[in-house]
């Protein structure tokens, strides 16, 4: 996927985001979304930084990275919170939405994943791939968010808590 459709999707994200987790509609959704709003695009963007440094779709686009943004606010606060979930949502983008897929094992492996589902970057069809996936992410962090913790001990309910924030 191109800059602009990270970029949709990650202005998408953050707007539903912020509904699905304040769905009150008034002033502290709209607190939320601007929250969630800097983090997600920025952390939408960085992964396509490899185009620069390394090698496109392999270097910042894996598995290893998505670990350290994630790790980073349960271990140094509120510092880079929600960052993981713009890099998250780029490779969901990168492999569900794009022909060519990403190494998600490199530097392990670089062999790159890819759904079948893919358009290239350059299609017609791009921008409704990505509006699509965006509503199935959306469907995914509500299931996270307000079924999943029925499921779960006390103490995984407040691993989840800090990494989707204090707003969760
Ligand atoms: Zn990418």
């Known amino acids: ?10 202005v998408l994200l ?14 502290s959704t709209f607190a939320t979304i601007a929250e969630v709003f800097l983090p997600v695009v920025l ?4 992964p396509d930084v490899d185009t ?3 090698k496109h779709r392999k270097t910042l686009h894996n598995l ?5 943004f994630l790790a980073h606010p ?7 919170q929600w960052v993981w979930l713009g890099v998250l949502t780029h490779y969901v983008l990168d492999i569900v939405g794009s022909k060519r897929g990403i190494a998600l094992f490199y530097p392990i492996s670089s062999t790159e994943y890819g759904f079948p589902t893919g358009v290239t970057t350059s299609s017609d069809r791009a921008e409704i791939v990505t ?3 965006t509503i199935f992410e959306l469907a995914a962090v509500a299931a996270l968010v307000y079924v999943l913790p029925t499921y779960l001990p006390p103490g995984a309910t407040e691993l989840l808590t800090n990494a989707f ?4």
């Open 74 to 80: 349960v271990y140094h606060g509120g510092n880079l």
């Open 1 to 10: 996927m191109n800059k602009r459709g990270h970029v949709l999707n990650a």
């Open 64 to 68: 290893p990275v998505l670990l350290i």
């Open 14 to 27: 953050s707007i539903g985001l912020g509904y699905v987790l304040d769905p009150s509609g008034d002033v």
């Open 165 to 168: 924030g204090s707003v969760a």
């Open 52 to 54: 620069a440094f390394g």
């Open 43 to 46: 952390g939408a963007l960085f």
């Open 131 to 133: 509006v699509a996936i």
